[in-house]
């Protein structure tokens, strides 16, 4: 018991140092998870593109499971085995997020709250119905954990893919690390005012404001400006709305509008057939010739 105790002092007099340590930009790494070149992640990259941002991306050209986000915990393991404990990682949805803060203000607004790691707070939950009631009581709407973005000290990260352990790539991740979450309230947080993160479904058009000028927008509900906005479920249409607001508010050069038009995803295309449907004859039934009319002949 003394010996498990003290390998629990160890660890955290260990995170306690990392925490105090200042990672500079340098130390500072952003990833995402695509497995296609989608719409959603061109838009990703161009947002990224304006704040001068690269940003990693995971799992390109690879399968990925249809349900369940398991995979993207694998990634993340992948991602941060060989960097050092004390840089901070952050990850972001590949197909329906935008980078709307320059990398040094995310990074200062994560330092600000001296926390190990911090998670996206979204309206409503998925992934972990038998916990909800156990989640902390939110000062705003935004109460659930969402793991469609997230940053946090690699040493934390690595204790908490060694606390989940093995799993199916099908499985939730925010049914894996929902507990988890529950256990460290301490160290790891929500964002529930929406200063990082905000995931939009829940949110409405009119709690939204956007600047085209400073390519930022604003939540009326928290009355904050998010770094990354992110267009969860339901919320994917609002998303569509912030980055058309944003990213082309100035009419594109004509040769660049056909780029730009073929980035921008407003519903999903139809699928039209050129060739005429051939009419079928159903050879049981008569076929009804046309009457020939009587030619009466002259008298």
Not at 4 to 33: C, G, K, M, W
Not at 101 to 108: C, Q, R, V
Request: one cysteine or more.
């Amino acid at each position: 018991m003394n010996r498990i105790l003290a390998v629990l002092s160890l660890s955290f007099l260990y995170l306690f140092n990392v925490l105090e340590a200042a990672p500079t930009i340098d130390q500072f790494h952003i990833f995402t998870v695509a497995s296609q070149r989608t719409n959603g992640l061109i838009q990703l990259l161009e947002s990224c593109k304006y704040r001068n941002i690269e940003i990693d991306i995971l799992g390109l050209g690879e399968p990925y499971p249809i349900t369940g986000h398991g995979q993207k915990l694998v990634y993340l393991k992948e991602y941060i085995q060989d960097l050092p404990d004390e840089d901070v990682v952050m990850y972001i949805d590949g197909y329906d997020t935008l980078v709307l803060a320059s990398k040094e203000d995310i990074l200062s607004k994560f330092l600000d709250k001296k926390k190990a790691c911090i998670f996206g707070s979204g309206i409503h939950h998925w992934g972990y119905p038998k916990l909800v009631s156990k989640f902390p009581k939110s000062p705003t709407r935004f109460a659930y954990l969402n793991a469609g973005t997230f940053i946090g000290y690699v040493a934390f990260l690595k204790k908490m893919l060694n606390a989940i352990g093995t799993f199916e790539l099908e499985t939730s991740d925010q049914g894996l690390i929902a507990p988890f979450y529950l256990e460290h309230t301490k160290e790891m947080i929500l964002d529930h005012h929406c200063q990082l993160f905000i995931p939009l479904q829940g949110v409405k058009e009119s709690e939204i404001l956007c600047d085209p000028v400073e390519k930022t927008m604003k939540c009326l509900i928290t009355d904050t400006k998010p770094c990354i906005i992110h267009g969860n479920g339901h919320g994917r249409s609002l998303y569509q709305t912030v980055f058309n607001e944003l990213f082309l508010t100035n009419k594109p050069s004509e040769d660049e509008e056909q780029i730009i038009e073929s980035r921008v995803v407003k519903k999903p295309p139809k699928v039209k057939n050129k060739k005429k449907p051939v009419k079928k004859v159903d050879r049981k039934k008569p076929i009804n010739k046309p009457k020939k009319k009587k030619i009466r002949k002259p008298l």
